[in-house]
């Protein structure tokens, strides 16, 4: 019998936590979404290529072609000129390709790994992490394209990187439930927090640098867990009504916002872990957000290729 495309794409994005399933209103799911530096203009990334829009209308401007059919997510380096995208081919190949932002000229594509790259994190200008459905985080040299080292201990798939720069220590999460810390220098694994039930799909640190750095994880177990990772603490968590899948936080780090598999986005106090306001956003799963630095507004994707702005609540005890 002959294999149907369509069929493997949909058995392998049911396993994957449906990011790979082809919306059926004609546009692929939004993956990832980033705001550039300028905070003026929004990247997104689907099977649909690299979308550049404006900001706050969200009119498209530009695309830029992919090297990889299926993209996962975006990063912006530190000095804002450079644009990872990460993906590839499931269970065949991973790939990270460099944009030069904002022309959007492919400098670099750096594949080999062995599976989907679903997550990545930049270490500095020069060096990038990228985590792939192999079980492994792969850092590399992105101006030289060369692969500095290979991060091993998770039994199973990558799916988000969160790196810590006043300490220099990477986090990273995925299939296996666990977050691990490293010292990406010397490739070491400081320690492995086990207490999510269910796979993690996103890591977000909060902004700010008083006190211990605090980094916010959401999971299939449908809660929203904050974690002190330099002690190897967690600090408290959230449950909520639905499964969160991305997470961003608040300027000022004051609350942590998440997307939903019911289209809606939460903003949760990390002190009390209450749901301080509930905005729906979108129709199905929201699979990405971000917090727009300065006007109190939310970007969310999700499926159907759907991409919206909401403003949250001024009153942090607005509820919705």
Not at 211 to 223: E, F, I, K, N, T
Not at 254 to 276: E, N
Request: include cysteine.
């Amino acid at each position: 019998m002959p294999v149907n495309p369509k069929h493997v794409l949909h058995t392998v994005g049911l396993w994957l936590g449906l990011w790979l399933i082809p919306a059926t209103a004609g546009e692929p799911p939004v993956t990832a979404v980033a705001f550039a530096a300028n905070a003026k203009t929004v990247v997104a990334c689907s099977q649909a290529g690299v979308r550049v829009y404006s900001w706050p209308e969200l009119k498209h401007r530009a695309t830029f072609p992919a090297a990889a059919v299926n993209l996962h997510d975006v990063a912006f380096s530190p000095s804002g000129n450079r644009l990872a995208v990460g993906g590839g081919t499931p269970t065949e190949d991973g790939s990270v390709e460099i944009f030069s932002w904002p022309a959007g000229k492919s400098l670099k594509v750096l594949g080999g790994q062995g599976n989907l790259v679903m997550g990545l994190a930049w270490l500095s200008d020069s060096s990038l992490a990228a985590a792939s459905l192999d079980h492994s985080v792969t850092l590399w040299n992105t101006r030289t394209g060369a692969r500095q080292r290979r991060l091993e201990g998770h039994s199973r798939g990558v799916c988000s990187l969160c790196f810590l720069p006043k300490e220099k220590i990477l986090v990273s999460t995925g299939v296996d439930r666990s977050l691990r810390v490293w010292k990406p220098g010397s490739g070491r694994l400081i320690r492995s927090l086990n207490i999510h039930t269910r796979r993690v799909h996103n890591l977000a640190l909060r902004p700010g640098g008083e006190g211990l750095p605090m980094v916010a994880s959401v999971s299939d177990d449908r809660s929203v867990r904050l974690w002190q990772p330099t002690i190897g603490r967690m600090v408290r968590f959230a449950r909520l009504k639905s499964r969160p899948l991305d997470a961003d936080w608040l300027p000022d780090g004051s609350r942590v916002v998440v997307s939903c598999s019911d289209g809606h986005v939460r903003v949760i106090d990390p002190l009390t872990v209450q749901v301080t306001s509930d905005v729906p956003a979108l129709e199905g799963w929201a699979y990405s957000l971000a917090v727009h630095p300065t006007d109190g507004s939310v970007l969310v994707a999700g499926q159907g290729g759907q991409l919206r702005r909401r403003v949250l609540p001024r009153s942090a005890d607005d509820r919705r």
